[in-house]
């Protein structure tokens, strides 16, 4: 009787990784995201360095406009999460340039950095804890141009 519990409890095991591993599979697979797609969570202090090093860098704010009148990183471009043509919007940015996400605490602009790697964008960064995180490090903002 043990036999037949313990040959149950393996083929339950093994029927759970090979379901694991078909998971996996699919979740890589190049219809979801770009195989040569870069995803990074920065903390505000990489920021300068970043944009040193990509001079073209692409700083994407995916806050709401009353948001966003309370401030905004400079060098920054609004382009609200929450509008129905967020997606259609983000076409309008080259896809194989470097983009920095930024939203109030990180959960929205974690979603549309997924998005966009989805959509193809080959080099996201999204700033770990948003605009609170930066403002907590008593780092600047700007009014956004008219």
Known sequence: MKAIYFWLAFCLIGMSCEAQSSKSQVAESPSQTSPTSKMEKIPHDRLASLKEAHPDLLILDVRTDPEVAEGMIEGAVQ???????????????????????????????GNAAKMMENMGFTEIYDLAGGILAWKEAGLPLVQKDP
């Open 79 to 109: 382009e609200d999460f929450r509008s129905p043509q967020f997606q259609e919007n983000l076409k309008r940015y080259a896809m194989d340039k470097p983009v920095l996400l930024y939203c109030r605490s990180g959960g929205r602009s």
